[in-house]
């Protein structure tokens, strides 16, 4: 797909992105003071590196808090603690101008193409949006650069009257991807763009993220919880467990040599159109709902649904930690050891 | 159906687009007004009322205020012992009841659709602020929503009334600041869902000031229900003034208001039904004929139905 030299994490020279111990604890309920007294934490901790031009995938079940991770690094959604640096910038200590600069430059693809548009405008104005936010075009220029834009994400000009509801899903989401690279963003953020699409459209619109990524040199971050769009479109993978980080590696050694039990889990879970091909012995079937998230286990956050669980996992909480090969796992018995 | 003219590519990219109109023109207006029974008829009934209400002078047969001592409780003409010259008779003072309800429709009108106005602009600022800003804005604003909601309404009106002269500017006034709030609050639990959807976050994350985002975001998408709540309550308002002109609180002789026509002819309703049974026909009409256009624009004001719908509302 790219002929991306692939960078071990410590090596990275000077990162596009880099998120170091960013948590996010939602506040369920507070005492008679005030202070927060049950909170649940979406992210916890979470350190990412992120090369320019790379695809970084990011997977996990529902509720395990990549979205949350997405939306504060966009500073939509506003981080407990934590860091994040987009081009060695404090994003989180930035002041409005230089926010406002950054805004041009990270972008975001919304999960749902039927909420992420404004029924009210038309496609035209939406595409126009960033545009005129940051006064980057107007008049004949605009239009220019609306129809350009149009182009490259397959629609046609002469539906840049219509409102959005004249679409269907693939189409709507093509809109959303031609309002994110408007700008000419450096990073964008897809969170589960395709899983709100019909198998067949998905394809499409994950072949035009790819197309788009080289064409307009895009690094990207694509949250998803199914492992085949993901595997797709990514060069590394991260996976996310109750709002950690437990498993992340490029592709090829993430599939071939899996390290987490969780990760494993994951893969066993993908259905596969001839069964007898799969090696049954790796399979690791996940069982259990994932466990209240208001009191995590002391240990390891996997513990309660793993089946190599020992003592020690209750106890004892793991690290994420590479191996030589830069396959960072956060498991004391890992797979593939 | 729109826009397919002017959509045709030139050589590959279309130099200047057309702006197509928001809601279209005219035309479109009266197609889709066709299109639906209910919203025909309320168009028209409206239409008669306000019409009847700018020209109420120029109409009337006989004086409104003038009485005939020997021309009193007349039946309507189609009764025994009626006129032609008084069309639905004279009340107690032989005044022509036709003449008084086409002025009072003045009254009506301007009372209904002013107090709207007043409380709709105030219920809607309000609302758009504590929704989207949230916080201490919704905290302050909403309080002092439910302290006006804490109080009766029809008591602080009848207070500021007996206090004040009433008039109409009195009476519009003080409908509109005791309404506000209900606009407030439906404005409020509107915005409160529109903020959350996706394409306000991606607007955030554009880095679109909060300015804009309500004009172009928040209130096109809470428009038509407030525009539509505003239009049915046009039709309670009328009925308000109507109650407290009954109670005789509202226009004071010699004007007149519909409201005040049936406080007239409640002693006689037993004898001469006709005093107060036309005007209370005219409130009725009037509001189910609001009703009606308020329903119809409901219906129109949803872009969903903008290009699709062929049916009528």
Known sequence: MTQQVQVKQSTIKAPLLEVKELSKHFVVSTNLFGKPKESVKAVNEVNLLLEKGETLGIVGESGCGKSTMGNTILRLIEPTEGSIFFEGQDVLNMTRAQLQEMRKEVQMIFQDPFSSLNPRMRVFDIIAEPLRTHKVANGKELHRRVYELLDLVGLDQSQADRFPHQFSGGQRQRIGIARAIALNPKLIVCDEPVSALDVSIQAQILNLLLELKEKLQLTLIFIGHGIPAVKYISDRIAVMYLGEIVEMADKESLFSKTRHPYTQGLISAVPIPDPSLREVSEDVILEKDLPDQRNLPKGCSFYSRCPFATEKCKGEKPKLKANEEGHLVACHYPLHA | ?313
């Not at chain 2, 008669?48 to 007349?74: W, Y």
Request: proline fraction near 4%; charged fraction near 15%.
């Open chain 2, 1 to 313: 159906m729109q826009g397919n003219a002017e959509a045709k590519t030139v050589g590959g990219i279309r130099p200047t687009v057309r702006k197509v109109k928001a809601y279209g023109g005219l035309k479109r207006w009266c197609r889709l007004l066709l299109q639906s029974k209910t919203g025909t008829v309320g168009f028209f009934i409206v239409l008669i009322v306000v019409l009847v209400a700018i020209f109420a002078d120029l109409i009337v047969p006989h004086d409104p205020a003038e009485n005939n001592l020997s021309g009193m409780l007349l039946p309507p003409f189609w009764m025994d012992g009626g006129s032609t010259s008084y069309l639905l008779g004279t009340d107690n003072l032989g005044r022509d009841i036709f003449s008084r309800i086409i002025v009072g429709t003045r009254v009506s009108l301007l009372v209904g659709i002013f107090s709207v106005v007043l409380a709709g602009i105030i219920g809607l600022l309000v609302g758009v602020a504590a929704g989207y800003y949230g916080k201490w804005v919704d905290t302050i604003l909403m309080r002092i929503v439910d302290s006006f909601l804490a109080i009766p309404s029809i008591l602080f009106i009848l207070v500021v009334l007996a206090v004040f002269e009433p008039s109409i500017m009195t009476l519009i006034v003080v409908i509109g600041l005791t309404n506000w709030v209900s606009y407030a609050r439906v404005v409020r639990s509107e915005v409160l869902s529109v903020k959350e959807r996706d394409f306000v976050r991606a607007s955030h994350s554009i880095g679109t000031k909060n300015t804009t985002i309500i004009k172009k975001h928040i209130v096109p998408n809470i428009i038509s229900s407030f525009i539509v709540i505003s239009a049915l309550s046009v039709a309670t308002t009328i009925i308000l003034e109507a109650s407290l002109s009954f109670l005789g609180l509202g226009i004071q002789p010699p004007d007149v208001s519909w409201g005040a026509m049936l406080t007239d002819g409640r002693n006689y309703l037993a004898t001469n039904w006709w005093i107060a049974t036309f005007p209370g026909i005219a409130i009725t009409i009037t509001v189910l004929g609001i009703i009606f256009l308020g329903d119809w624009l409901r219906d129109v004001l949803d872009p969903r139905n903008y290009f699709s719908k062929k049916g009528g509302a």
